[in-house]
């Protein structure tokens, strides 16, 4: 007999199914799903806890005339099955044939590609309010969980959507977890809700002027897919309060939420991961025992994190270690830059830690509310560069975003000893606020000349003394600039000058003036981010009315998703042979 999960090609077919083969279904998806992400890895408990609700979803309401938006988008793994791309799921062959978020070029079930998160009530409320502008009457439905309601823009989205009057439904997704434990007060009702099964006087979704409903368990495809047929078409904002179990029929994955959020391959019986490499010293955990040795000894250092605790390594037990010292302010990295600042300017010395990709939600703060009022606080970049991921979550853009904010100082560490006296420096100096974009995820090491303070003006590092040529290598690409560095000696004879410049947002204006006048012909830049507005340009700026060639080298302006290193490096002649080529064809040898 065929499994019912065979039928299934499209929504449509769904709406033939009973309500027992539909809870069959779900119990197949499950089983898949556990089999594919063992065989690919992802995120785990997100998208075994939404398997209800997306068959939920797609039973009751007409996508794509209904409009689905997911926050954050990790959770649409169920949705993505249902929706043409079902092989995806089932062939072994096909799994990596989709991204991990949702994407429009894959199917017109997917209304926008999303990876960041607290965007989706936003962005219903657009195609609420462009429907209602045209006379539309389709439901317009966002999905929101994994502590996407801690953002600030869910909060605008949330007041904006409230006064709409009109059909928008925002699906809350609870599972009582972010990434980590989840914080703040809308927590706090969220918890009081679940505990009165909705009945509680104090309800925010209620004081906004939502229509509310709380489904004690989203898992119960019968329960949920009730809650989902008395809004349809409802001609009001409406708020469904769901319950769900993070890494719901996987019992590792119940058993510890946070550090099955994502996990790579993995085998299913035991959940052991597939492919366990050897322990290596990485920037996350180093960071974590400095930071930790420093917050014992000086109270006033506060470790801050956006939802991503572990990007700082701070796992639960040393989370717990520092309960008035950690502060995990959700997923707000506005909010987190912008209380950086105001710990600082009262005395405090806070480290705010987070990933490349989502530095540019925070802009704004960092620019106003840190870098206008010379706040000292200290922000570590992490997993900055061009890596093999999904479009959403590039970290080649935080260069460019960040160097030419006035008052900021940018750093680029080469090494650990670098890394690690940057941030000493950074935590103890009183008049700039500092970011670090730390090299890379495990470390390195290196005879750097180190420096006491690393104040305005810039001084870059002399490694190799040359001549003809002179090698800028920002950065974790520094280890590339030693490679070009000795392929031009031992090939062709060029004893090059390697420069370590550690500053991304300023030059050293007395040694580039000096280059030419010991025998550069040509400055070559090399950065792990796109060139377009970045160092390397600072560069060519400077020299832009002299004789001096400059070559950059870096990533191009766009969006790429999963492509590997190898290939983006080849792409951007970012090897060293491809390099030395286009250094030799631009002195005409």
Same mark, same amino acid.
């Given at each position: 007999m065929c499994k019912i999960l065979d039928k299934i090609n499209t929504p449509k077919d769904l709406k033939t199914l009973s309500e027992n083969?539909?809870?069959?279904l779900c119990g197949e998806i499950r089983e898949q799903m556990i089999v594919r992400l063992g065989a690919t890895g992802g995120h785990v408990g997100s998208n075994l806890g939404m398997i209800e609700a997306a068959v939920a979803l797609h039973y009751v309401f007409d996508s794509p005339a209904d409009k689905i938006i997911f926050d954050v988008s990790h959770q649409c793994y169920a949705h993505k099955l249902l929706t043409g791309r079902k092989a995806a799921y089932t062939d072994p062959d096909k799994f990596f044939s989709v991204s991990g978020f949702t994407n429009p070029d894959e199917s017109e079930h997917d209304i926008f590609s999303v990876g960041h998160t607290s965007t989706a009530i936003s962005l219903a409320c657009g195609l609420a309010k462009g429907r209602d502008l045209k006379g539309g009457k389709n439901n317009v439905i966002a999905v929101v969980g994994d502590g996407a309601l801690s953002g600030g823009e869910a909060f605008e989205g949330l007041n904006n959507a409230a006064a709409l009057g009109s059909n928008i439904i925002i699906v809350i997704n609870d599972n009582d977890m972010s990434i980590a434990e989840n914080h703040g007060g809308i927590y706090q009702n969220l918890r009081l809700l679940r505990e009165t099964e909705g009945k509680a006087d104090c309800n925010l979704f209620r004081a906004l002027g939502f229509d509310y409903s709380f489904v004690r368990d989203g898992n119960d495809l019968y329960n949920i897919m009730d809650a989902l047929k008395n809004v349809k078409g409802a001609a009001h904002p409406a708020v469904i309060h769901m319950c769900t179990v993070k890494g719901k029929g996987y019992r590792f994955a119940e058993a510890d939420r946070e550090n099955w959020h994502y996990m790579g391959p993995f085998d299913v019986d035991t959940g052991k991961p597939l492919h366990e490499k050897p322990p290596v010293e990485t920037y996350e955990a180093l960071t974590a025992l400095f930071l930790s040795d420093r917050m014992k000894k000086d109270p006033a250092i506060t470790a801050i994190t956006a939802g991503t605790p572990?990007?700082?390594?701070?796992?639960?037990?040393?989370?717990?270690?520092?309960p008035e010292q950690f502060v995990d302010v959700g997923i707000a990295e506005g909010h987190a830059v912008a209380m950086a600042s105001g710990i600082a300017k009262s005395g405090g010395k806070p480290v705010f830690g987070l990933s490349s990709s989502f530095l540019q939600r925070a802009y704004d703060q960092l620019s106003q509310d840190l870098a206008l009022n010379h706040s000292p606080a200290v922000i570590l970049v992490f997993f900055a560069g061009i890596a093999q991921g999904s479009q959403t979550h590039m970290g080649v853009f935080d260069i460019s975003l960040a160097m030419n904010i006035p008052n900021l100082i940018y750093l680029a560490p080469s090494c650990k000893e670098e890394y690690f006296s940057m941030l000493d420096w950074g935590l103890n100096q009183k008049k700039h606020p500092v970011m670090i974009r730390v090299p890379g995820v495990e470390t390195s090491s290196r005879d750097a000349a180190l420096l006491s303070e690393y104040a305005y003006p810039a001084r870059y590092e002399i490694v190799k003394q040359g001549t003809i040529v002179a090698i800028l290598a920002l950065g974790n690409f520094f280890a590339l600039g030693e490679g070009v560095y000795e392929k031009l000696k031992e090939e062709y004879g060029i004893h090059a000058t390697l420069i370590n410049p550690r500053y991304i947002s300023a030059v050293d204006e007395e040694m580039?003036? #000096?280059?030419?006048?010991?025998?550069h012909r040509l400055v070559v830049t090399l950065e792990d981010g796109v060139t377009d507005g970045g160092f390397g340009e600072k560069i060519a700026r400077f020299y832009g009315s002299s004789s001096m060639k400059v070559l950059n080298f870096g990533a191009k302006k766009e969006f790429v998703n999963h492509v590997t290193v190898e290939e983006q490096y080849n792409r951007y002649h970012?090897? #060293?042979?491809?390099?030395?080529?286009?250094?030799?064809? #631009?002195l005409g040898i």
């Open positions: 083969e539909l809870v069959k572990k990007v700082l390594g701070f796992g639960k037990e040393l989370r717990e270690q520092f580039l003036q #000096a280059l030419p006048g010991h025998g970012l090897t #060293a042979t491809q390099i030395v080529s286009d250094i030799l064809n #631009a």
